[in-house]
Nanobody, 118 residues
Framework: QVQLVESGGGLVQAGGSLRLSCAAS????????MGWYRQAPGNQRELVATVTSGGSTIYADSVKGRFTISRDNAKNTVYLQMNSLKPEDTAVYYC????????????WGKGTLVTVSS
């Protein structure tokens, strides 16, 4: 069973920075791709960034150059460093682990709220 617990959200002014953390537990977390998604009120959940176990990353165009995803496999933790935050980054941010075998399965945390004031 995979469990994901996010932390680090909060209120920040535009232009500021936050770092989100996702503590993961479960036997597969060190080998599966993990990522961050976000959902703003009235919007669908969208990809922010993902990182494979080997460190390869993918970013949404809207966050490229501002956000950095990383993972510490020894600590089973994934981070999202968010710089130059904009009001449109306001959303609940969810940690995701993707099991890509046996038909695939996605695991989700409960989310952490990031609010960027203008």
């Amino acid at each position: 069973q995979v469990q994901l617990v996010e932390s680090g959200g909060g209120l920040v002014q535009a232009g500021g920075s936050l770092r989100l953390s996702c503590a993961a537990s479960g036997s597969i977390v060190s080998i599966v791709p993990m990522g961050w998604y976000r959902q703003a009120p009235g919007n669908q959940r969208e990809l922010v960034a993902t990182v494979t176990s080997g460190g390869s990353t993918i970013y949404a165009d809207s966050v490229k150059g501002r956000f950095t995803i990383s993972r510490d496999n020894a600590k089973n933790t994934v981070y999202l460093q968010m710089n130059s935050l904009k009001p449109e980054d306001t959303a609940v941010y969810y940690c995701n682990a993707h099991q890509f075998w046996a038909g695939g399965m996605d695991y989700w945390g409960k989310g952490t709220l990031v609010t960027v004031s203008s």
